[in-house]
């Protein structure tokens, strides 16, 4: 345990501040971890390898730099709790933080995280599943975050400002802010690949995706469940954007009780400015969901292929050249129905050409 102190400018090949190996405990409490490096691979900050478990409270991390997790990578268990994480940097992913569970659950409580990036992608977290312990996998196991938040990420040449959740991962996220994340292609946000991901009460604010998703981006039969979550002001692409808020492409999307305002998908052959799905296996159900003043060439509120569900729908003031609320690809199938006695409503949207619904 270490309590007070520091830890600065130095330099290993895992662990550029602190490393935990197989079978080791550690607790940093209020210690700054600033400018060290690990040079060859993970951790600048910390690693927490696999059977190792970390407890990290009231701690400062600033500036510090690895292949992966410039500020932690961890293989273990570990809880961080009332973490500040700024101006950190991967030379590969995950600028802020590589979870990777494989022994057990990873705990994120109260963290803030500031103008991280990654040279390639998942400018905060990329979260991974991958194999467990003991011959086992890690789909049982969790990577959570709760009451935190994210600002000014930036993922410089790949997927995700904010991060990528693959490999069979579970992440659970509530309560928590995301904003000015950005990424040159897919995920301005989140972008997520054969995961399940459940967020409840998230805000996503002024995201920016290069090719599509500004807030969410998934694909290969990702499975989402959002309640309470808002997003506003994102943006998606600068031609031919696709998914102003969120793009699903071959994955489930189930999404209760959420807001989508000013969200805009850009160019010729844009697509959803609040929503676009895709893919012959993708299912989308909205429930009691608001889309309000979004925008794209086609389907200004919706755009949507596959299957699914629009229950207690409410799409206002969105504007599109075809299809200013909503528009449907040829062969998908979706029942348009009421929430009880509240019905689903398309209110004042705008076709330039042919189309308001």
């Known amino acids: 345990r270490m309590t007070g102190g520091g830890i600065f400018h130095c330099t290993a090949l895992h ?23 690990a040079t060859e691979n993970w951790g600048g900050a910390l690693y927490v390898a696999a059977n190792a478990r970390a407890l990290v409270v009231k701690s400062e991390w600033t500036r510090n730099e690895a ?3 410039g500020g932690s990578y961890i293989d273990g268990v570990a809880r961080f709790v009332d973490v500040n994480v700024t101006d950190c940097h991967a030379r590969n992913w995950a600028g802020a933080f590589y979870p990777a569970p494989k022994t057990g659950n990873i705990e994120f409580v109260r963290i803030r995280v500031v103008g991280c990036t990654a040279d390639f992608g998942a400018a905060a977290l990329c979260v991974a599943g991958g194999t467990g312990g003991a011959g086992g996998t890690g789909s049982n196991m969790t990577t959570s975050i709760t009451d935190s938040a994210f600002y000014n990420c930036t993922a410089l040449s790949n997927n995700a400002g904010f991060a990528y959740v693959f490999q069979n991962a579970n992440f659970v996220m509530s309560n928590s802010l995301i904003s000015g994340c950005t990424s040159p292609t897919k995920g301005g946000a989140l972008f997520v690949t054969s995961a399940r991901l459940r967020l409840d009460h998230v805000r996503f604010m002024h995201c920016f995706a290069g090719d ?3 807030a969410v981006s998934c694909e290969g039969g990702a499975l989402l469940e959002f ?5 506003s002001d994102c943006r998606a692409g600068e031609s031919s954007g696709e ?8 994955g489930v999307l189930r999404m209760v009780d959420a807001r989508i305002a000013n ?12 929503i676009m799905s895709r893919g012959s296996s993708t299912r989308v159900d909205l429930i009691r969901v608001t889309l309000v003043d979004c925008s794209a060439e086609k389907g200004g509120g919706l755009n949507l292929a596959g299957n699914g569900s629009l229950i207690g729908v409410h ?10 609320g909503l528009l ?30």
């Open 67 to 69: 292949r992966r997790g």
């Open 243 to 250: 998914g102003g808020a969120m793009s699903i492409d071959d």
């Open 328 to 357: 449907m690809s040829s062969g998908s199938t979706f029942y348009v129905g009421p929430d009880g006695m509240a019905p689903s409503k398309f209110v004042a949207f705008v076709a330039r050409f042919w189309g308001g619904m």
């Open 15 to 37: 662990g550029g501040g602190v490393a935990l190996e197989s079978g080791s405990e550690g607790m940093l409490f209020e210690v700054p971890v600033a400018h060290c490096t």
């Open 212 to 214: 599509r998703g500004a």
């Open 263 to 274: 969200c805009v998908a850009r160019g010729e052959n844009s697509l959803g400015g609040g």
């Open 227 to 231: 309640s309470n979550i808002e997003v």
């Open 315 to 324: 799409v206002e003031g969105c504007e599109a050249t075809y299809g200013g």
